[in-house]
């Protein structure tokens, strides 16, 4: 502990903001080395070195490599780490400009062909009454058609007629044609496929009732690459990654520890594709994909067959985006000594189609990482608990030390300094302790640098002066945050098998909708009442061990496990969960509705509870099978938020008021030891009168007052 302590008044350099640092304009070597000098005077040792879309200097020439040199050179002389950023602007993977403003030369990538760009799978469609003798053809579709099918429809709530006209002759009229279905609109005769793609322009005889031509095809995003195809990330990585290990590779693991991608997604609408996928998905899954296809656009009449179909697809897409990008990019940074880091796409209801799997990409991250978004988007500024929470819960589940956020951006010139301390503050509460600004401006003489997501925390704020304060205040936080371990004994199962399920046609229906507000409401309730908790997706409930009532996997550890009841659980999830319950763990359904079968063999398990729909219930449950680690037993507990972690034995809280006036508190805490206050802003170290103890429960009951913004730890000292 005196090792802590004496650490806790001065970090080491590797717990230091590391900013976002905005290269905009013509850049000069000069001047980008003074920012160095300026930003380790006033206490951030790190930045990451971003190309900016108001960015003149060419990128990736030789006039970007000799800036690139002469900073890291500098950076290496003074105890500055230099960060890699991958891309001109965002989103990572195109080697270039896809904007249609800016000074850049296009994408290198998307220069080399369509092969490389992202892919859609569209439809269109015509319905007819048979009996009758249609054509199979649809005016406009072009010559990249995957399948054609006829598609017997067992129920239809309404389709506007104008738009979507029965043939009177054999030929429609008006075909329907749209980008995608709704499930909610129609029921189709998931057995009742009729595969006609060889039979295009040919006439063919219905049976007797409604059915539905669908033709899919493929299309390009232009200005996307294809995260599904090995060959185009692995260009990406011969056109960037190699050509900064050509030049600067000497520095690799010291001056420049890591790199950071940014803004990545599949896209792709109502169906993410790549070429090649019907057949790669035949040989994963065993049968073929392309007569399933109204499946993934329309429920079926066989509920069963149409869940296993879409969770089957998902689970393809996943499997894809992991191997082409993200195994691939983090082999070459283990290789070569970096750290990979970065983000992707945070929200639930986006991860089917856009992400796959959330935990299943980010596990390959050494510094899993988070956007933060409503910092920027909303007023009163406010973090939205999941963007953090997923990358922290990654970092805990797969072990790895530290967890970034791309934080506090685009709130404006006029934020405050104590606006963006609140922010840190919480940001840390929820576990990350790597903090990238977003960010530091090299330069603010152009509108085009001004107003790129503003303010900037650099030179050009009036504030910079007093940065210092703010950067060690910081780095003690990130210190704090990244010792010990987590003591986090509640855990969410990361619902994605049951959003596959209730994604169709690129929309997620309303079952799905309730399942993504329902997650977000338990983490969001559960924290915003000094309850901690977790994600944790199945592959980490699988490979966990069960141990004295905990499920345990890397640094996380849970007592309590929330599962929606419309999750429909691997078996190996729910053998893995009935040890836990053996153990003494406790299971715990919520949600509305009856739970799907899987979810409903775990009602026998014992104990397990029914927590239902009721957010007093969640907490309530959380509490009563010790899944917190204090109490607020008097005062105000309205935006306090709150960690435990533990450090050779002893226990530390960091308490959080984000609220702008002062709380007064009486807290209970699941600790015993002599309790200190420690204050990330000066340093200090102070004794806590003990209002009183419990050594049986191991609890310590303190009155504590905590300023507005305030931010402590209360450490309780056993050696």
Known sequence: MRDLARQFLDPDRSFSIVPLWFWFGRLRKEELIRQVDEMVDKGVYGAFMHARPYLLTPYLEEEWWDVVGGVVDHAARVGFQAWLYDEYAWPSGTAGSVFKH???????????????????????????????????FLPGIPDTRQAALLVRVVERDHLDDAACREARDGQPSDPCQTGGGSAARTLVAAADVWDVSGQWGDTVELPPGRWRLMVFFTYEVSNMINYL?????????????????????????TTIPGIFFDEIFNAGHPLVWTDGFAEEFALRVGYEIRPKLPLLIYDGDDKVLTYAVRRDYFAVLAQLYEEAFFRQISAWCTRHGLWLTGHTE?????????????????????????????????????????????????????????????????GGWATTLQEFKRGIHVLAAMGINFFALHGFYSEIDHQGSQADWPASFFFQNPHWKYFKIFADHVRRISYMGTIGKPVCPVGIVYPIRAMWEHTAGGRVDDTGLRIDQQYHALLNHLLSNQVDADLVDEASIQAA???????????????????????????????????????????????????EPEAALLADLAPCVDAGEDPKVWLSIARQYEGHTLEVVAGEAEGFYAYCREYEGCRYYFLVNAMDRAKSLVIDFHALGAPQLWDPETGSQLLLPVLARWPEAKKTRLALTLHEDQAVYVVFRVC
């Open 229 to 253: 195809n090995p060959e185009t990330v692995q260009r990406f990585i011969q056109v960037t990654h190699e050509a900064y290990r050509q030049r600067v590779g000497r520095h690799f693991g």
């Open 346 to 410: 945070e929200a639930l209801h986006a991860h089917p189609l856009r992400q796959g799997d959330y935990f299943a990409t980010q596990r390959h991250l050494h510094i899993p990482g988070a956007d933060c978004h409503d910092y920027r988007y909303r007023y009163p500024r406010t973090i939205t608990f999941v963007e953090p929470k997923g990358a922290v819960s990654v970092a805990r589940l797969y072990g790895k030390p530290r967890v970034l956020s791309e934080a506090l951006g685009g």
């Open 102 to 136: 800016g000074h850049q030369a296009p994408s290198r990538i998307l220069a080399l062909g369509r092969q490389h760009m992202a892919q859609g799978l569209a439809m269109r469609e015509a319905e007819w009454t048979g009996p009758a003798r249609v054509r199979v």
């Open 545 to 595: 061990e069960v141990d004295g009532g905990r499920l345990r996997r890397g640094d996380a550890s849970f007592a309590v496990l929330f599962v929606h009841k419309c999750q429909p659980l691997d078996s190996r999830t729910c053998d893995k969960l009935r040890t836990f319950a053996a153990a003494g763990g406790t299971v715990v359904l919520y949600g509305a509705g009856p739970p």
